[in-house]
């Protein structure tokens, strides 16, 4: 059984950084082969944030990039979010997700884990 587990969500302030991580374990490499971060504030839907392939090809939500980075260590089955210059809309809950085919929408990833809050503050 596929596990996926985030850390590294808090409360910052405006302008702060943040990194999360997600650890993938329980399978073999072929099912972490797309890893990707998704998030998702109170009364709105689940959105794509970023995502990347074994080779470490990376995707973004146009808003997302040149403030977010995502990367990953596929000898630790982890992959990271680098969250720099953080604001309030980026209040949310972050989810990863694993599948073994690209996609940015939620209903792609077969896999997710249990979420990791961020709080951005004023």
């Known amino acids: 059984q596929v596990q996926l587990v985030e850390s590294g969500g808090g409360l910052v302030q405006a302008g702060d950084s943040l990194r999360l991580s997600c650890t993938a374990s329980?399978?073999?490499?072929?099912?972490?082969?797309?890893m990707g971060w998704f998030r998702q504030a109170p009364g709105k839907e689940r959105e794509f944030v970023a995502a990347?392939?074994?080779?470490?090809?990376?995707h973004y939500a146009g808003s997302m990039r040149g403030r977010f980075t995502i990367s990953r260590d596929n000898a630790k089955n982890t992959v990271y979010l680098q969250m720099n210059s953080l604001e309030p809309e980026d209040t949310a809950v972050y989810y990863c997700a694993a599948d073994s085919r690209q996609s940015t929408t939620p209903n792609g990833y077969r896999h997710w884990g249990q979420g990791t809050q961020v709080t951005v503050s004023l």
């Open positions: 329980g399978s073999t490499y072929s099912t972490y082969y797309y």
């Open positions: 990347v392939n074994w080779s470490g090809t990376t």
